[in-house]
């Protein structure tokens, strides 16, 4: 049997399998992009593909703390346009 490798949600704190959960990468660069493949370089932070975990990483400022970099608004609304249409497959 194959290992499942496991990631923690910086929202909810929850250990899921890597495929369930979004990648959100800083950047050697210092850019915060959106990694739907999970193979960009740079330091990575998971997130559920829920709503309410991303309220929750806003709220808490989870993501600024895990990358180590100030989050904009732009990029929380990409990730919210990403989980709606994560939602619709």
Do not use: F, H, N, W
Request: positive net charge; glycine residues 6%.
């Amino acid at each position: 049997m194959k290992k499942i490798p496991m990631r923690k949600c910086v929202a909810c704190q929850e250990m899921k399998p890597k495929r369930e959960l979004l990648r959100i990468v800083r950047t050697p660069e210092k850019d915060v992009v959106i990694d739907l493949k999970g193979k960009k370089s740079g330091r990575g932070a998971y997130i559920c593909y829920g709503s309410e975990c991303l309220q929750k990483a806003k709220k808490r400022k989870s993501l600024d703390r895990a990358l180590e970099v100030v989050i904009s608004d732009e990029v929380y609304e990409q990730l919210q346009s990403e989980i709606e249409g994560y939602r619709e497959k």
